[in-house]
Nanobody, 118 residues
Framework: QVQLVESGGGLVQAGGSLRLSCAAS????????MAWFRQAPGKERELIAS???????YYANSVKGRYTISRDNAKNTMYLQMNNLEPKDMAIYYC????????????WGQGTQVTVSS
């Protein structure tokens, strides 16, 4: 099983940027689909971006054009570059992994808090 640890969250002003990292251990992520989810207070966890094991990306409409997901298999790490942050982006951000051809994401990090001040 792959273990995931997020980092890079913090407090930023509206319009600012943050880069989240998701470091994996236990398995190489080269054969895993990877994703970022977020959960705001009182809301359900939502998928915001994903990158398949062959590099195909997906973005939710709410972050398209502002966020960029990437992966560095040599470093066993995934990233989320977040630009032009808005107060509505404030949430706990989680990274997740799914073995290629798997049905669901079954490895999760502990989450990192992103706070955006207006």
């Amino acid at each position: 099983q792959v273990q995931l640890v997020e980092s890079g969250g913090g407090l930023v002003q509206a319009g600012g940027s943050l880069r989240l990292s998701c470091a994996a251990s236990g398995r190489t992520i080269s054969t895993y689909d990877m994703a970022w989810f977020r959960q705001a207070p009182g809301k359900e966890r939502e998928l915001i971006a994903s990158i398949s094991w062959i590099g195909v990306t997906y973005y939710a409409n709410s972050v398209k054009g502002r966020y960029t997901i990437s992966r560095d298999n040599a470093k066993n790490t995934m990233y989320l570059q977040m630009n032009n942050l808005e107060p509505k982006d404030m949430a706990i951000y989680y990274c997740a992994a799914r073995a290629r051809f798997g049905a669901s994401y079954d490895a999760w990090g502990q989450g990192t808090q992103v706070t955006v001040s207006s």
